[in-house]
C-alpha cells in the first residue's frame, strides 16, 4: 500500500525537515535488512517516524503503531511472529488494560477505503494543510494523516500542542487549514478563547473521539461559521479503520445530538438497540496471540459497536448509551468493569474522565492510587479522579447504585 | 506560607508531583506529567490558589516555572522574599 500520494508533503514544524520519497526509500532499505514478519514501531510525531511506517506498509510488512512513551516488551514478545496473513497491514492496540492488550487487525484495503472515505467528505485536497494535534498510534490521529497524505495534501508536524505557543505560531506559519480535536481538547480551546479569525487560512475543525457536548458543538460550529468555515462532528472506532460517520455542517443545527451519516459505500442497521456498521473499512478482527496474525477476515465487513443508537428517517445517526458499561477518556474506550477487577474500587463515566470511587481509603492511598489507575490504563493521570467515600449507595437489591454515584458527581 | 510556596504546591499538585519535588527548573514537556492536559489542570490550580483569570497568550506563554513568575508577577502577585 502506498498512502504517500504524488504531491503530499510532511514538514516538521520544529526542524523545517521534510518527507521525502528517499527518505522513505532509505527507511524501506532499513527495514528490508531487518528480520520479516510483524513491525513494531513506537510512532513519533516525526519525519523518521512516518518514513518508517510508510515504508513498512509499501514493503507489506504489517506495522504495530504503538505509544513512544510506553514499554511494550510483553506485548513485542506476544505478537512476534513472521506467520502474517497478506491483507494485514496495521494494528492498533485496543483501549483497557496495559497489562493484556488486544490488537485490532487493519488490512491495507480498510484503511486504504477510509483514508479516502475520508477525504471525500471532508473535501480534502491537495491544498489542504493539517497540523498533528494527536498522537499518530491513536487511531484518529492516524486518519488524519492517511486521508492527507493520500489526497497529495501537506501535514504539519507539531509536538508541543494547543497549550503552547509554538502550536499557534506553526498554525500561521504554515497556513494550516484543518485541525483535528477531541473533546478534551475543545474543552482547552474554549479555556483559550480560540477565535479562528486568528488563522485566516483555517477553514475546518473535525471532532471525534467521544461525544461533545452539544453546548460546545453548537459554540464552536458559531465559531467557524463566523469566519466561513466548519465544524464536522464525526463518530469511529479503531475497529472501523476508524470512521464511521460525519455530520454534514449544514445540518448541524437542525440534527444536534447526531454524530451524522454513514460514510459514502457503508451503512448502518440497529439491532436489539445496538448500532451495527457495514462497510468496506471494518477490521478483519481482532489478535490475542501472534497466531492470530495469520488469520483472514473474520468480520465480513460488520462491527457491532457496542454503542446503542437509533436512526432518523433520513439515517441520521444518534447515540444514545453503550451496552457495557464504559467511559471514554481523551477519545480512548475504558471498561468499566476490568477497571473494578484490577482495583478496590467502584468506577463510573465522568465527563471525559474517569471517576473511581473508594470506601474509606487516606488521602496518599486514593492519589497512589490515582497514578496505579492511570498507568494500567495507559492512560494521562489527569484522566482519573478517586473520590474517597465513607460507604457506597446501594439499591434496594444490595446493588450498587451506579446512577446514584454519577449524579453525586 | 510565602507566595513562591504557594506556587510551587500549585506545580504540584496540578502535575501530580510528590510533596518534596523540586519544581523551580521545571520546563514544559521536559517533565514527563506536563503536557497539555496537565497544562490545563495547571492554569486551573494557579488560578484557583491566587484569585486571578489568566488571560490567553499568558496561558500559551507559561512554558516554565520561571516563566509563571513573571507572568504572575503582571497579576500583581510579588514573589520576591
Known sequence: MNLFHPGARVVDAATGETLTEQTIAAAAAVLAEEPGGVVFLPIETTIASIA????????????????????????????????????????????????????????????????????????????????????????????????????????????????????????????????????????????????????????????????LRAELVTDFAERMAKVGGRLYVMYGQTEAAPRMTTLPPGRLAEKLGSVGLALPGSHFTIEDDEVVFHG???????????????????????????????????????????????????????????????????????????????????????????????????????????RTVDALPLLPNGKIDYRALESSL | MSELQRLREAFRTALDLPADAPVDDLRYQDNEKWDSLAHMSLVATIEDEFSVMIDTDDVINMSSFQEAISILGKYGINFNE
Not at chain 1, 72 to 99: C, K, N, Q, W
Not at chain 1, 307 to 321: P, V
Request: no cysteine; net charge negative; proline share 4%.
Open chain 1, 52 to 211: 518508517r511506517y510508510l515504508a513498512a506498509l509499501r514493503l507489506g510488512r504489517p506495522v504495530v503503531l504503538l505509544d513512544p512513551d510506553g514499554d511494550h516488551s510483553d506485548l513485542v514478545e506476544r505478537f512476534s511472529t513472521t506467520e502474517v496473513h497478506p491483507d494485514l497491514a496495521i494494528l492498533l492496540t485496543t483501549s483497557g488494560s496495559t497489562g493484556n492488550p488486544k490488537l485490532v487487525r487493519l488490512s491495507a484495503s480498510a484503511v486504504e477505503t477510509n483514508a479516502d472515505q475520508i477525504a471525500q467528505v471532508l473535501d480534502i485536497t491537495a491544498d489542504s494543510v493539517a497540523i498533528t494535534t494527536l498522537p499518530l498510534f491513536y487511531s484518529y490521529g492516524m486518519s488524519v494523516l492517511n486521508s492527507h497524505l493520500l489526497r497529495g495534501a501537506t501535514v504539519v508536524l507539531e509536538r508541543t500542542g494547543i497549550m503552547q505557543r509554538d502550536f499557534w505560531a506553526a498554525a500561521v506559519e504554515h497556513n494550516v487549514t484543518s485541525m483535528a480535536f477531541v473533546p478534551s481538547q475543545y474543552e482547552m480551546l474554549r479555556r483559550l478563547r480560540f477565535d479562528p479569525a486568528k488563522y485566516p487560512s483555517l477553514r475546518n475543525l473535525t471532532q471525534a473521539g467521544g461525544r
Open chain 1, 280 to 386: 468496506p473499512n471494518v477490521m478483519m478482527g481482532y489478535a490475542d496471540t501472534a497466531a492470530d496474525l495469520a488469520k483472514g477476515d473474520e468480520q465480513g465487513g460488520v462491527l457491532r459497536t457496542g454503542d446503542l443508537g437509533r436512526l432518523d428517517d433520513e439515517g441520521f445517526l444518534f447515540i444514545t448509551g453503550r451496552i457495557k458499561r464504559m467511559a471514554k477518556v481523551f477519545g480512548v474506550r475504558i471498561n468499566l468493569d476490568d477497571v473494578e477487577k484490577n482495583f478496590p474500587v467502584t468506577a463510573v463515566a465522568g465527563d471525559d474522565k474517569l471517576e473511581v470511587f473508594a470506601v474509606g481509603v487516606s488521602d496518599d492511598d486514593a492519589r497512589s492510587l490515582r497514578t496505579k489507575i492511570a498507568e494500567w490504563l495507559g492512560t494521562h493521570f489527569t484522566g482519573v479522579n478517586v
